[in-house]
């Protein structure tokens, strides 16, 4: 079995957990708070992190006694770890916060699809620091509009989105700028401990957020403990963390395809574990907003392997 088949298997595990979690989150929203639920998933994911981390420690100094791996592990500039953990830490904060606080009034399935629109934005985000964005890619937006269109706004009624639709696209801003801070900020400080300080800034903010505007209860958060722990340890630690040792060894077209799998998984979680169903309008919807997740990632394969063989 070849490595690149296995970083398959465990992207598609990594995007059927974080489909799932908008399943753990829908089922918190009339319990406890938005701010609330994070604090149990952030500083769940933060410790998990952690703890992660203490384990590769352990396990390099291990073969750094037998002549093997280091510890640390090699950083350039311990100022762009501390930097790069906090922007992505504010990002990963304001993007998880605003599609808690979406998903408060909306349905996990529509959640899911809506959030995974950063897909689209990351280019166009990354074209005010030069990188001009493919043409190809305002087809796409195009096609996302519409398939938003028909998702979010019911027949009959005027083009305004709702609040809920709203706050999320609020939110795919915050993840794509995360994802272009990582992408920035990965390649001066280790990938592993930059994850896992953007989990505890996360952690350290949503407490505090949570105490300023929502007046949490202990039975509440306990009763709630169950899909906060699915989602902090499960979808934020493990996910993001098989997803970066899976990445290693599958393209990254294909990667970014799997990955744009989280809203279907989220649709199938949503109607298989809490009933919930979506019309032929809003069925059609994803479809087009899939579309256009799934075109903005083939030319970009298409031209590398026109290169190859104009190289080989």
């Excluded at 005027?158 to 999320?168: C, E, K, P, Q």
Aim: proline letters at 5%; charged letters at 10%.
């Amino acid at each position: 079995m070849g490595k690149q088949f296995i970083g398959v298997i465990l992207l598609l595990i990594t995007t059927m957990l974080w489909g799932c979690s908008f399943v753990a989150q829908r089922t918190s929203v009339d319990a406890v708070g938005a701010f609330t639920f994070n604090t149990g998933r952030m500083c769940s994911a933060a410790l998990a992190m952690i703890v992660i981390v203490l384990i590769r420690w352990l396990i390099n100094k291990s073969k750094s006694s037998k002549g093997g791996a280091s510890w640390p592990p090699p950083i350039t500039d311990r100022k762009s770890l501390l930097m790069g953990g906090i922007l992505c830490g504010l990002c990963l904060f304001a993007g998880i916060s605003c599609m808690q606080l979406g998903i408060m009034t909306t349905s996990a399935g529509k959640t899911g699809f809506e959030t995974s629109l950063y897909i689209i934005e990351v280019p166009f985000f990354a074209w005010f620091i030069g990188q001009k964005p493919r043409k190809i890619l305002w087809f796409c937006v195009l096609l996302a509009i519409v398939g938003l269109w028909f998702l979010a706004v019911p027949p009959g009624e005027s083009l305004a989105l709702a609040r809920g639709d709203v706050i999320l696209l609020i939110g795919t801003v915050f993840f794509a700028l995360q994802i272009l801070f990582m992408d920035h900020y990965v390649e001066k400080a280790d990938p592993m401990l930059l994850s896992a300080l953007q989990w505890v800034v996360a952690g350290i903010l949503a407490p505090i957020f949570m105490i300023l505007f929502e007046e949490p209860t202990w039975a509440a958060f306990a009763g709630e403990l169950p899909p906060m722990l699915y989602a902090g340890v499960l979808s934020s630690a493990a996910g993001f963390t098989l997803a970066a040792y899976a990445q290693q060894y599958v393209d990254p077209t294909v990667a970014s395809l799997l990955m744009s799998l989280e809203g279907v998984f989220a649709v199938i979680g949503a109607w298989i574990i809490i009933n919930e169903t979506m019309s032929p309008r809003e069925l059609l919807g994803c479809a087009l907003m899939f579309a256009a997740i799934i075109i903005t990632q083939l030319p970009e394969r298409q031209r590398r392997e026109t290169n190859e063989t104009d190289n080989s």
